[in-house]
């Protein structure tokens, strides 16, 4: 910001508070340095919000914290990270994106479960737990659903793929 003299308020991940709007050109200046930086420039609200609502969503997956372990619901988790209320989250969410925030969280728990089974650490009940499932049956259900395979039958056919190619590795 300072190489482009652009005053700004505060820079903090992911987001920048300016001091006063900036004109057309600099705007132009700004978004092609953040390209070539491998950034974004997001002027849409819109977009914003959406961006954040995913972050939200995949830090709550991939990190839970104490209230997530005391099973606090995904829309009262998410309306006090972001402070704003649920149901306009959800309503914009399906507007822009197409999907409804429940089930883009429910593709993202199934991609770690995915993870997770993989990396051979946990077990079936330990997932369904750091994941806050009712249950294995409900993560098990949930899974199948979504990919059409058991759990089990996917970590087999994971495995399976990768000893292949391994002794494919070896010729």
Same mark, same amino acid.
């Given at each position: $910001?300072?190489?482009?003299?652009?005053?700004?308020?505060?820079?903090?991940?992911?987001?920048?508070? &300016?001091?006063?709007? !900036?004109?057309?050109?600099?705007?132009?200046? &700004?978004?092609?340095? @953040?390209?070539?930086?491998?950034?974004? @420039? $997001?002027?849409? *609200?819109?977009?914003? $919000?959406?961006?954040?609502?995913?972050?939200?969503?995949?830090? $709550?997956? *991939?990190?839970?914290?104490?209230?997530? !372990?005391? #099973?606090? #619901?995904?829309?009262?988790? @998410?309306?006090?990270?972001?402070?704003?209320?649920?149901?306009?989250?959800?309503?914009?969410?399906?507007?822009?994106?197409?999907?409804?925030?429940?089930?883009?969280?429910?593709?993202?728990?199934?991609?770690?479960?995915?993870? @997770?089974?993989?990396?051979?650490? &946990?077990?079936?009940?330990?997932?369904?737990?750091?994941?806050?499932?009712?249950?294995?049956?409900?993560?098990?259900?949930?899974?199948?659903?979504?990919?059409?395979?058991?759990?089990?039958?996917?970590?087999?056919?994971?495995?399976?793929?990768?000893?292949?190619?391994?002794?494919?590795?070896?010729?």
């Amino acid at each position: $910001m300072d190489e482009y003299d652009i005053p700004y308020k505060s820079i903090e991940l992911g987001e920048i508070e &300016l001091k006063s709007a !900036i004109s057309d050109e600099k705007r132009a200046e &700004l978004k092609r340095a @953040l390209l070539k930086s491998g950034h974004e @420039l $997001m002027d849409d *609200r819109k977009a914003v $919000m959406i961006e954040k609502i995913k972050g939200a969503v995949i830090s $709550m997956i *991939r990190e839970p914290n104490e209230e997530l !372990i005391l #099973k606090v #619901k995904h829309s009262d988790y @998410l309306s006090k990270k972001l402070d704003y209320d649920y149901t306009y989250m959800a309503n914009l969410f399906s507007e822009v994106t197409g999907v409804t925030i429940e089930h883009f969280i429910i593709a993202h728990k199934i991609e770690r479960v995915k993870e @997770l089974l993989l990396y051979d650490e &946990l077990n079936l009940t330990q997932i369904a737990e750091s994941l806050n499932y009712s249950s294995v049956s409900h993560l098990s259900s949930q899974f199948k659903k979504v990919t059409g395979l058991t759990p089990t039958f996917y970590k087999q056919l994971k495995n399976k793929k990768r000893t292949i190619l391994e002794d494919v590795g070896k010729i």
